[in-house]
């Protein structure tokens, strides 16, 4: 395979060119495994990135949650399409009907309409996830009829996770670590920071001036969304290499019934446009993507300062894992994961939209846009818009900034005039201005 010698020095490049800390990525193809590892873990102790290290993996998680779930549908103790009330009875949102009428599917696939960013921190005991639930009753809006949209929910999850566990018995962590961590042979993956501190775990850094982020866990009512967990990217491989093999780990163990990958690949929900890079659609628990003509799923992670990347294409037997602790990470990840892709799958993924050179003007509105985390200030300004976003709650990593964005081609996608983190923000509006869409259908407030 002609990546496993170039992949240390294209990560090593990839790293000091966007400004990030510390990397690694693994690549298997088959049964071969390429790992590299470049920087460190924290700048303040100048501890070394190794192939091992622990990333923050963030929503890549849900991947994982999403599989205790099928686990349950295989052995009939889940209907995907009934209400979530059947197995978690205390499962609500601020409206009734929607309470009763959302379903398993709706949540795996973000359609359950409701507000998905609620990081209300309920403690450190075992009924951490209990208690968000609880939470979201009194304090999930519901933003659109359950299955009429897509808006990316993290609640959602949260409800997934207490579902497992309660049709399994324990908790989220507890079941997940029974059914799918130790079955499938993981081996550098933390559920806990006290877990984490006996691997070379990562700390996230935030800001242009690479900032130790302050708080390295976030609450663990968000565990099953991904507030928690830690992995070294050998074991997001592993994840992936079960998925392709239709559900059997390396040793022959089977994690998941038969087919079930496939059926998690169906599309669920298809998202509004924003380019070809982003993903199409959303099957059970997958981002689905389409570059060059070939299938592509996966998920993406991210917490203050860390992000993950996790891609596979079956066609091709490949997984890719790629993590940062901070810098431009969103543009590393790119330039890494594009010549993995081409040098792996042949496989050439389509470059993220820049501003035009002479964009047309943009259809002026007004407005302001809020979910529990961020509110969004939008007005007309210079053939554009200007937008002006302000992070709500005690879990932020940024400050309120404000940027110019126009439009996209004739379309109605509108593109960031300058760049975060390396690349070009993209948002649009739907339902005549009704939302602002980021991958959240954010309403207008």
């Known amino acids: 395979m002609a990546l496993l010698p170039e992949l240390q020095p294209l990560l090593d490049e990839a790293a000091r060119r966007h400004g990030v800390p510390g990397a690694a990525a693994a690549v298997g193809v088959g049964g071969e495994l390429a790992e590299a590892a470049t920087g460190v873990v924290n700048r303040d102790t100048g501890v070394e990135t190794t192939h091992d290290s622990v990333f923050q993996i963030g929503s890549v998680t849900k991947v994982w949650t999403a599989a205790l779930v099928m686990q349950l549908v295989g052995e009939g103790l889940v209907d995907l399409d009934a209400p979530v009330r059947r197995y978690l009875p205390e499962f609500g949102v601020l409206d009734p009907a929607a309470s009763e009428a959302v379903t398993v599917r709706q949540l795996l ?59 399994r018995g324990g908790t989220w962590e507890a079941s997940l670590r029974r059914h799918v961590i130790a079955p499938l042979g993981v ?26 982020f302050a708080r390295w866990q976030l609450p663990q009512s968000n565990a099953p969304a991904g507030s928690t967990p830690s992995a070294a990217m050998r074991e997001l491989v592993r994840f992936g290499r079960m998925f392709l093999a239709d559900g059997v780990a390396e040793d022959g163990t089977r994690i998941l019934p038969a087919g079930t990958f496939a059926a998690m690949c169906e599309p669920q929900a298809t998202l509004p446009d924003l380019g070809a890079r982003a993903a199409y659609g959303w099957g059970l628990g997958l981002m689905l993507f389409d570059w060059d003509g070939v299938p592509v799923v996966g998920h993406d992670g991210s917490t203050p300062g860390q992000r993950t990347c996790w891609r596979m294409v079956p066609d091709r037997d490949v997984v890719v894992a790629i993590t940062t602790n901070g810098g431009d990470a969103p543009a590393m990840i790119d330039e890494v994961l ?24 943009a259809t002026p509105l007004t407005g302001r846009f809020a979910s529990p985390a961020a509110v969004f200030e939008v007005r007309p300004a210079d053939d554009g818009l200007e937008v002006t976003y302000t992070p709500v709650g005690d879990v932020k ?14 379309g109605p996608v509108l593109v960031g005039v300058e760049r975060d983190e390396g690349v070009h923000p993209l948002i649009t509006f739907l339902q005549d201005g009704r939302y602002l869409y980021n991958t959240r259908a954010i309403p207008r407030a």
């Not at 920071?193 to 800001?207: K, N, S, Y």
């Not at 594009?338 to 003007?361: F, N």
């Open 109 to 167: 696939a973000h359609t359950g309409g409701f507000d998905g960013d609620l990081f209300e921190d309920t403690g450190r005991g075992d009924d951490a996830v209990g208690r968000l639930v609880a939470f979201m009753r009194t304090n999930a809006r519901q933003v659109a009829p359950p299955g009429a949209l897509f808006s990316y929910c993290n609640s959602g999850y949260v409800a997934l996770g207490a579902l497992a566990a309660r049709l």
């Open 187 to 212: 081996r550098h993956m933390a559920l806990y920071a006290e877990e984490a501190v006996l691997f070379r775990a990562a700390a996230g850094h935030i800001g242009a001036a690479g900032k130790l």
């Open 338 to 361: 594009d010549a993995v892709l081409a040098a792996t799958a042949g496989i050439t993924v389509p470059a993220r939209p820049t501003p035009p050179a002479s964009p047309a003007p």
């Open 397 to 410: 990593d940024d400050e309120s900034r404000t940027m110019r964005y126009v439009p996209l081609d004739a």
